[in-house]
């Protein structure tokens, strides 16, 4: 998972070690190496954080905060963005993985984006 010049782009391999997958855009924000992505991982489920960070060049898309959910073999990922907001700070996944929350704490409390293997993406909210 990384920024390339198409975007957030993904491959990934299988666990039997097999050949990589060809490279997916997740979200045409094109950007550079120093861009953060950040991948936490349970069970079958990949979870990932991707902002600007300082040193990331977005171009008209500084501003973007990506979050995006993968489970499975991969094939399939959910993403959401918003703009104009701090990135998300941590992941808390539940104990089946079917459940990922992205949480970052603000002056108001705590923010939240929950994404579900049946729905999505839902939120975010403020606690």
Not at 58 to 78: E, P, Y
Not at 87 to 107: A, I, P
């Amino acid at each position: 998972m990384r920024f390339t010049e198409q975007g957030l782009t993904e491959r990934h391999q299988g666990a039997d070690g097999g050949s990589w997958s060809q490279p997916r855009v997740l979200h045409p924000a094109a950007g550079d190496a120093d861009c953060g992505v950040d991948l936490s991982t349970y069970k079958n489920t990949v979870a990932v954080i991707a902002h600007h960070n300082e040193g990331c060049d977005l171009g008209d898309a500084d501003d973007t905060v990506i979050a995006a959910v993968g489970n499975g073999d991969l094939t399939d990922w959910d993403a959401h963005v918003i703009r104009g907001e701090d990135g998300w700070k941590w992941t808390r996944f539940s104990w089946t993985g079917y459940r990922v929350v992205f949480r970052k704490e603000t002056g108001d409390g705590v923010d939240e984006l929950n994404w579900r293997q049946s729905i999505g993406f839902t939120g975010p909210s403020r606690g």
